[in-house]
């Protein structure tokens, strides 16, 4: 049985998709962008402080099923520019201390042109 996930700490899906879905022992979270959930809008400029959103906006949903950051096993990260890889991994480090699996792409564009997308799969057992 799948159980969809809502918080309204976290950006409204921009889609046909939900922020998380449970299934099983695990959540797959839908990649998160720097949207502030607050009035929708990307607000945060430069990488390291659109990681920041990010990594507030994954930390909503992992709220929202009673898990926070060192539950995740794995994240696919997408970059819009690979130069932004070490200042991306400086934020990202201070959140996913447990160092789960990774990886780490860079892509031609993202929504709404942000520079940064991370998705995260949980283990809830």
Same mark, same amino acid.
């Given at each position: 049985?799948?159980?969809?996930?809502? *918080?309204?700490?976290?950006?409204?899906?921009?889609?046909?998709?939900?922020?998380?879905? /449970?299934?099983?022992?695990?959540?797959?979270?839908?990649?998160?962008?720097?949207?502030?959930?607050?009035?929708?809008? +990307?607000?945060?400029?430069?990488?390291?402080?659109? *990681?920041?959103? /990010?990594?507030?906006?994954?930390?909503?949903?992992?709220?929202?099923?009673?898990?926070?950051?060192?539950? +995740? /096993?794995? *994240?696919?990260?997408? @970059?819009?520019?690979?130069?932004?890889?070490?200042?991306?991994?400086? +934020?990202?480090?201070?959140?996913? *201390?447990?160092?789960?699996?990774?990886?780490?792409?860079?892509?031609?564009?993202?929504?709404?042109? +942000? @520079?940064?997308?991370?998705?995260?799969? /949980?283990? @809830?057992?």
């Amino acid at each position: 049985m799948l159980k969809k996930i809502f *918080t309204e700490k976290a950006p409204a899906a921009i889609g046909p998709y939900s922020q998380a879905i /449970v299934a099983g022992d695990f959540m797959f979270a839908s990649g998160q962008v720097p949207i502030n959930p607050a009035n929708g809008n +990307v607000d945060a400029e430069g990488i390291e402080a659109q *990681t920041e959103q /990010v990594m507030a906006n994954i930390a909503a949903i992992l709220e929202a099923v009673g898990k926070d950051f060192t539950d +995740v /096993v794995k *994240t696919t990260c997408f @970059l819009a520019d690979m130069n932004d890889f070490a200042a991306f991994n400086g +934020v990202y480090g201070k959140y996913f *201390t447990e160092k789960p699996a990774r990886s780490c792409v860079a892509v031609k564009t993202l929504p709404k042109n +942000v @520079l940064c997308e991370v998705e995260v799969i /949980v283990y @809830l057992g």
